[in-house]
DNA sequence: ATGGTTGCAAAGGCTTTGCAAACAT
DNA sequence: ATGTTTGCAAAGCCTTTGCAACCAT
């Protein structure tokens, strides 16, 4: 299923309206293929008329939809990235210069959900960043 | 080693002084077994007159020493904890009444550790909050 | 016509910072 | 005496919100 079938759907259920400016929103999320914080967001549709403010009010709407989610590398800002049609997966920082690579890992991803049953949870998702100094920062030492 | 001994040595290596106001807070700190936000912290000292100021300038080196860690349960505000004398955790988290368990798994971290090398990485840390619904909210339905 | 949506500017919440007084060594 | 530290108030940054105009059905 597409992303605008899913989206538009989450907003009829709720009466709300898939105007021009959201859509304009919702391509943008799914044209960029990195993260992005609001502000970056911003600089993608601005010159298409899109307010700050609408982004803030919407990307309540595209997380609620869960074609969207918050990735906490809880740095300031928040940071958003899309994941519909994407695995689950995790960021592994250098907290040197910032870049992030993303991995998968099924083995550690079900080690997850069971710790989360075991200790008497409905699982729901998670949230890992593993912090570290990578490759090339550390050859330039 | 004791944890005053930890900071005083952070400090001394840096120029900085172990004051009146930083030992306050430093105890405040350790004195609080969950976690906390700077507000908060605030309001265990502010009756010894401390400033919110000196929290927000204080924080970082606690941080930077290593005794205590920003806990990104990156809802809103910055979380911390402290952490010298604890082994690292994670934490589950219902999404429904914000209750927050702390678990430990030595398997799940050293797979954590494990896949940041093999992707390159000199390991630091890591940080895993999983998402659920705790079993008293699942039970009250 | 009705009710959702938008941009703007103002307000809000949390955090940082300039400054002069106070403090530690 | 010297350089650090503090509280205060102001400023900063990101995000939210009230409002009147606008748009979709």
Do not use: W
């Not at 049609?85 to 083995?107: A, S």
């Amino acid at each position: 299923m597409d992303y605008r079938t899913i989206f538009i759907d989450y907003l009829q259920k709720r009466g709300l309206r898939l105007t021009r400016v959201r859509s304009i929103i919702l391509e943008a999320v799914f044209t960029t293929h990195s993260h992005f914080d609001a502000d970056e967001l911003y600089d993608l549709v601005r010159h298409k008329d899109v307010s700050r403010a609408t982004i803030y009010r919407t990307l309540p709407f595209l997380v609620d939809s869960k074609l969207v989610k918050k990735s906490m590398f809880g740095l300031n800002k928040e940071k958003y990235e899309h994941i519909y049609g994407h695995p689950n997966h995790f960021h592994i920082i250098c907290t040197k210069c910032g870049r992030v690579i993303e991995q998968i890992d099924k083995g550690i991803e079900c080690s997850i959900i069971r710790l989360a049953e075991n200790s008497g949870f409905e699982y729901k998702d998670y949230n890992l960043r593993i912090s570290g100094i990578c490759s090339l920062c550390n050859n330039n030492e």
